[in-house]
């Protein structure tokens, strides 16, 4: 148990990362994906509050494995979530104003986001506190890795600029950080990631959109 | 008053459409849109659930939580109400009409942890809404949640017989017609002037 253990770390951080990225191969948590992500800014902080969460839920519920009843699993992942979320929400609410005024109701839905309760399910309720928090470092790296790499794209073409630096002086595309950007640009990057995937002879996951 | 409220359900459902230009419910939209059918009575089983939530959650918010300061705990709680709401509803259709729980009773469990759902509550205590304002936002809310989800999947059974190049087969090609219609809505939105 522990060897396979050991050798699996660097596997599960590069899981969440890149086979399992929780937004472009798993289409889990999409809402925030386009939501959040007009800047590289936003799209960071939203990811690091994930990150956050999602590591300590799976150390929490991997804590509790034994202890919880499996017919109330569900209600006390819930809770538990909740509780992290409330932490996170009151401190983006004290130390990053602005960035909250714009997201701060997305934040609080972190609470239902199908990917942290899918990772208590499928692996931290199975797992020893090590490789789950390994685990939720990994799918938190993943979703934060997009939410970074959406908000650059769009914050590129929509504002001409990266990080809040000016680079071309006029909005290049304003279209990309409205609405309708945020789905084009998710849907061309799921476009790409299938045809980079069909290239080197694998099956394009065909996402199934779950909650 | 009544203008009042007006003017929140144009712009809950229209204006501001949860999933057209606040991207809430996205899982479930793009899950469920593949048939006409699974649309229908999807959308009918959010606009209830979002309308008694929004009422139950305004109630316990305002009546018990504030004058206790207990604003703090309004995620756990919110959540709670609607899982315990949704629960209890499960239970009480099987019970009084069976053809209906068969019909609707799968979309009922999917519902408790929904963004689109816990959003009503929170945006009603974000707002300082009073309860018909509230109500009224839950049911703006859920007739958007329903036109957008009733658009998709009429679009969607075409697609079904379009060409499309492999790699943006499935979920590729609803994220850009998903673009494609919330470009349409972005024209609404001088409709009114909040």
Known sequence: MSDSAKISYGKLITNGIFSENPVFKLA???????AVTTSVKNGFLMGVAVLFVMTMVNIT???????????????????????YVSMTDMFMAAYARTAYREMGLYIQLIVVFAIIISRAELFASKNKVVPSAVDGIGMGLGFLGALVLIGAIRELFGKGSL??????????LLIAILPTGGFFVIG???GLFNWIEIKRGGNPSSGGGHH | MFKDLGTIFIASAIINNFVFSRYLGLCIFFGVTKKMETAVGMSMTFTAVMVISAALSWLVYNLVMLPLHLGFLKIVLFIGIVAGFVQGADTVLK????????????YLVLITTNCIILAVPVINADEKYNFMQSLTLGLG????FSLALILMASIRERLELANIPRPFQGMPIAFIVTGLIALAFLGFSGLITL
């Open chain 1, 28 to 34: 889990l948590s999409l809402c925030p994906a386009v």
């Open chain 1, 61 to 83: 519920v991997s804590i509790f494995r034994n202890l919880i009843n499996p017919k109330v699993r569900i209600p006390a992942y819930i809770l538990i979530i909740a509780t």
């Open chain 1, 163 to 172: 990080m809040g630096v000016s680079l071309v002086g006029q909005n290049p």
């Open chain 1, 188 to 190: 061309l990057l799921m």
């Open chain 2, 95 to 106: 019970k009084l009409n069976p053809t209906l729980y068969y019909k609707l009773g799968i």
């Open chain 2, 141 to 144: 809310s859920g007739a958007g």
